[in-house]
């Protein structure tokens, strides 16, 4: 689990997702938080989550997803983690979404910021990166916010035109 000062990351694991994708209340229960109508945003990326590892596979020990947890009002405000483990360069992404009833609040900043000092805490990862849609948005400012430079735009396959944002290690100043 991340800690930070208002929230706690409790890590994903497959009875969680299997949970939330069989019904939100489900997950609630589970995890005795509420959960926002709004969340999550993007179902379908926890159903590839549950897709591309079969029954006995653990999701990744150091390099989970995770739920954002308030916990003083026990509420999950939003998802967030890590998009794999380091690859051969020391490079490893994070992303977030937060429920939209907990916007401009600053959850997203501390989350971003929870995830980034523990990604550095693991002396193999060098620079932490994320990805945004090419254009002005908050998870620019965010991003921006926690110390993450600009660095291209690039085509994905998917997405098409996105902004790719990193922080390295010698730039990473622990608040």
């Known amino acids: 689990m991340i800690h930070t000062s208002n929230l706690q990351l409790l890590p994903f694991e497959r009875f969680h997702i299997e949970a939330l994708l069989h019904d939100k209340h489900d997950l609630a229960e589970i995890l005795q938080l509420n959960i926002p109508d709004s969340w999550p945003n993007f179902p379908e990326a926890f159903a590839v989550l549950v897709n591309e590892s079969d029954e006995s ?3 990744p020990v150091d390099w989970h997803g995770y739920f954002l947890i308030l916990p003083k009002d026990h509420i999950l405000i ?3 983690g890590f998009k794999g483990k380091p690859d051969e360069s020391g490079t490893v992404e994070i992303g977030y979404e937060i429920a939209s009833e907990h916007w401009n ?3 997203a900043t501390e989350a971003a910021q929870g995830m980034i000092a523990y990604a550095f805490a693991h002396k193999d990862v ?5 990805h945004t849609l090419a254009e002005i948005n908050a998870s620019n400012t965010v991003l921006k916010k926690v110390g993450m430079n600009f660095i291209a735009e690039v085509d994905d396959p998917e997405e098409g035109k996105i902004w790719r944002w990193q922080i390295n290690r010698n730039e990473y100043c622990p608040s």
């Open 78 to 80: 939003g998802s967030g």
């Open 126 to 130: 060098h620079a932490v990166i994320a």
């Open 105 to 107: 609040r600053g959850f």
């Open 57 to 59: 596979e653990q999701f």
